[in-house]
């Protein structure tokens, strides 16, 4: 996938519109929230698959698209 998003993206003046894109779009309360709603409502493996750690990662790829503009 970061693959297809880096072809993308000619120019670093893009990088830093995506980089604004995924802050955002990446708040650990969004994770949270998923993940809270999961387990109130009883679905399986709710806690997993609304993983805060994904935040991590976006976070790093907004920063690295920065570094890199």
């Known amino acids: 996938m970061?693959?297809?998003?880096?072809?993308?993206?000619?120019?670093?003046?893009?990088?830093?519109?995506?980089?604004?894109?995924?802050?955002?779009?990446?708040?650990r309360r969004v994770f949270r929230y998923w993940e809270l709603v999961g387990i109130i409502?009883?679905?399986?493996?709710?806690?997993r698959a609304a993983n805060a750690g994904r935040a991590d990662t976006w976070e790093w790829y907004a920063q690295a698209l920065r570094a890199h503009a």
């Open 2 to 27: 970061i693959e297809r998003v880096e072809a993308s993206m000619p120019d670093a003046g893009d990088r830093i519109a995506l980089a604004e894109r995924i802050d955002a779009f990446t708040d």
């Open 41 to 47: 409502n009883g679905w399986p493996d709710a806690r």
